[in-house]
């Protein structure tokens, strides 16, 4: 059974650890805040894009970005390197590894947490640094750079992006965004002269490189801002949980004195009765 002392300093303990939850809340508030007002999503980007490949004649075009070759499938996970997130890792991971199962699969891992994982679970995989908020623009192209060269030397037939978007700042989502084979959209085809000074071939090569890097950056964006969120509702489920342990501890303290109280005050009247009889 538990001392009155001991009640008291692991009341005084859970006050300074909600202390520090208050302060770790503020700071992931302020950088979600802070990364919301730098994110830019640049939504007509994909639609010059797919003016673009109207110009093309793409159904007589065998691009491996535009049919897939095969069934294999290159799939690239987005973790964190630090942790207070929850599940939000572990359940990127396991949506990862479920939609490797349909067929044969290379995974790419980005983040720690991820890296960690993986490991316990003797998944072979790659693995690339979690994502900086400073430096996103340069890993998301670092990012691309690496994902279609390898879908072209290893001749792979899907290339798929699982990461955790922020529905709201409370609500965060793992979402599967499947990449390559570029789908474009079926439109009423208007015949035009085009004067092409390069083979549409290297044309298409260019335009989803160009398109596949807007999308990654806007990704990793979208990935940090649900970790900020994902901290903040982890914290705030756990000051929650102290408050409640707080509340057990007053009341055993509480318990405790009344009962210590009472004994001696049980000893003392009898103490008295002795001395005066």
Same mark, same amino acid.
């Given at each position: 059974?538990?001392?009155?002392?001991? %009640?008291?300093?692991?009341?005084?303990?859970?006050?300074?650890?909600?202390? %520090?939850?208050?302060?770790?809340?503020?700071?992931?508030?302020?950088?979600?805040?802070?990364?919301?007002?730098?994110?830019?999503?640049?939504?007509?980007?994909?639609?010059?894009?797919?003016?673009?490949?109207?110009?093309?004649?793409?159904?007589?075009?065998?691009?491996?970005?535009?049919?897939?070759?095969?069934?294999?499938?290159?799939?690239?996970?987005?973790?964190?390197?630090?942790?207070?997130?929850?599940?939000?890792?572990?359940?990127?991971?396991?949506?990862?590894?479920?939609?490797?199962?349909?067929?044969?699969?290379?995974?790419?891992?980005?983040?720690?947490?991820?890296?960690?994982?993986?490991?316990?679970?003797?998944?072979?995989?790659?693995?690339?640094?979690?994502?900086?908020?400073?430096?996103?623009?340069?890993?998301?192209? #670092?990012?691309?750079?690496?994902?279609?060269?390898?879908?072209?030397?290893?001749?792979?037939?899907?290339?798929?992006?699982?990461?955790?978007?922020?529905?709201?700042?409370?609500? #965060?989502?793992?979402?599967?965004?499947?990449?390559?084979?570029?789908?474009?959209? #079926?439109?009423?085809?208007?015949?035009?002269?085009?004067?092409?000074?390069?083979?549409?071939?290297?044309?298409?090569?260019?335009?989803?490189?160009?398109?596949?890097?807007?999308?990654?950056?806007?990704?990793?964006? %979208?990935?940090?801002?649900?970790?900020?969120?994902?901290?903040?509702?982890?914290?705030?489920?756990?000051? #929650?949980?102290?408050?409640?342990?707080?509340?057990?501890?007053?009341?055993?303290?509480?318990?405790?004195?009344?009962?210590?109280?009472?004994?001696?005050?049980?000893?003392?009247?009898?103490?008295?009765?002795?001395?005066?009889?």
């Amino acid at each position: 059974m538990k001392t009155i002392a001991s %009640l008291k300093q692991d009341m005084e303990f859970n006050r300074s650890l909600s202390s %520090l939850i208050e302060v770790l809340k503020n700071i992931a508030v302020s950088q979600y805040r802070s990364l919301e007002q730098k994110i830019k999503l640049y939504k007509d980007f994909l639609l010059v894009v797919e003016e673009f490949f109207e110009l093309l004649d793409i159904e007589n075009l065998n691009h491996p970005f535009l049919k897939p070759i095969n069934n294999t499938q290159l799939i690239l996970a987005i973790t964190s390197d630090t942790g207070l997130l929850g599940g939000l890792n572990m359940q990127v991971i396991n949506l990862a590894l479920l939609e490797s199962e349909k067929g044969s699969a290379k995974l790419v891992i980005v983040g720690e947490k991820g890296k960690y994982y993986a490991q316990d679970l003797g998944v072979v995989f790659t693995f690339f640094k979690g994502i900086e908020e400073e430096s996103r623009f340069a890993q998301a192209l #670092q990012m691309r750079d690496y994902l279609l060269k390898r879908f072209l030397e290893e001749k792979m037939g899907y290339l798929k992006v699982i990461y955790p978007k922020p529905v709201s700042f409370t609500v #965060q989502k793992v979402e599967i965004e499947s990449f390559l084979p570029f789908s474009v959209p #079926q439109k009423e085809q208007v015949k035009t002269e085009v004067i092409l000074e390069s083979h549409p071939y290297r044309i298409v090569e260019y335009l989803v490189y160009l398109w596949f890097g807007q999308k990654l950056y806007e990704i990793f964006s %979208l990935s940090k801002l649900a970790e900020y969120a994902a901290r903040f509702v982890h914290l705030e489920e756990s000051t #929650q949980k102290l408050k409640e342990q707080d509340l057990k501890l007053r009341l055993e303290y509480f318990k405790l004195r009344h009962e210590l109280i009472d004994r001696n005050m049980r000893e003392l009247f009898s103490a008295r009765l002795i001395y005066y009889r």
